[in-house]
């Protein structure tokens, strides 16, 4: 699941980056609003932290951009100021969500967490396909109830494929959401991580579509390779 972060305080910004990054999360920043204005309309984000006073160019104004452009990513804003009005502005404008500064980062990767369960179609932070279990709040996957040892990019397409499961998902779509944005990327590379992944859960739980990509499903034939 990759994330995107526009917010001009250096210090804030990066301590969101870290945060979002120890959850399994891959995450690119922008610290002006042009910047995270052009990232969002070029790249392919699961959620997006949007500061609304930004330079040279104020959140609200991007994301106003980014929904007439039919950028549907859910976004998060954040909001140093105590005007409800403006917090109704932002929410009227497309924001899923906010969080009023100063905050505990406990409370916005809760939030992010709950946006992206709701982008899936999930009620609950845990989500299942057959024997396997994501823990959202935790991070964690088991299998049977036993533990799976995962690296970071495992878990990353495990975590991706579990919110979408039972549609198709392109090795293109995969490779967009795992990758930061500076990360050499190679479409190769996701049937190795398949591959692991294949010997570490239920093989047959990973069902390769020839010619379209992926689909996890809770009793797959699919074929494998």
């Known amino acids: 699941m990759r994330i995107l972060v526009v917010e001009d305080d250096q210090d804030l910004n990066r301590q969101i980056k870290t945060a979002l990054s120890e959850a399994g999360y891959a995450v690119d920043c922008a610290f002006d609003g ?6 969002g309309d070029t790249e392919a984000y699961d959620a997006v932290i949007l500061d609304l ?3 040279t160019m104020d959140g609200l104004s ?7 452009e039919q950028r549907n990513m859910p976004v998060l804003i954040l909001t140093a100021r105590d005007r409800w009005s403006e917090k109704v502005a932002g929410m009227d404008a497309g924001a899923d969500d906010y ?3 100063p905050f505990h980062m406990e409370e916005l990767l809760a939030r992010i967490r709950a946006l992206l369960r709701r982008q899936a179609g ?7 396909c057959g024997p396997l279990r994501l823990d959202t709040r935790s991070a964690r996957v088991t299998c049977d109830g036993a533990p799976v040892k995962l690296t970071s990019l495992e878990f990353r397409l495990l975590s991706y494929l579990m919110h979408h499961r039972g549609r198709v998902v392109p090795r293109m779509e995969l490779v967009e959401h795992l990758y930061e944005q500076d990360f050499d990327r190679d479409s190769n590379t996701i049937e190795v991580f398949i591959g692991r992944l294949r010997k570490k859960i239920p093989a047959h739980l990973i069902e390769t579509v020839r010619g379209l990509g992926y689909r996890l ?5 699919g074929d494998q390779e």
Request: proline share 3%; aromatic share 10%; net charge negative.
């Open 34 to 39: 042009e910047e995270g204005h052009f990232l």
């Open 53 to 55: 006073g930004l330079p």
């Open 62 to 68: 991007i994301l106003e951009r980014w929904r007439r």
């Open 99 to 101: 969080v009023a500064k």
């Open 122 to 128: 999930f009620a609950s932070s845990e989500i299942e």
């Open 217 to 221: 499903a809770e009793a797959g034939n």
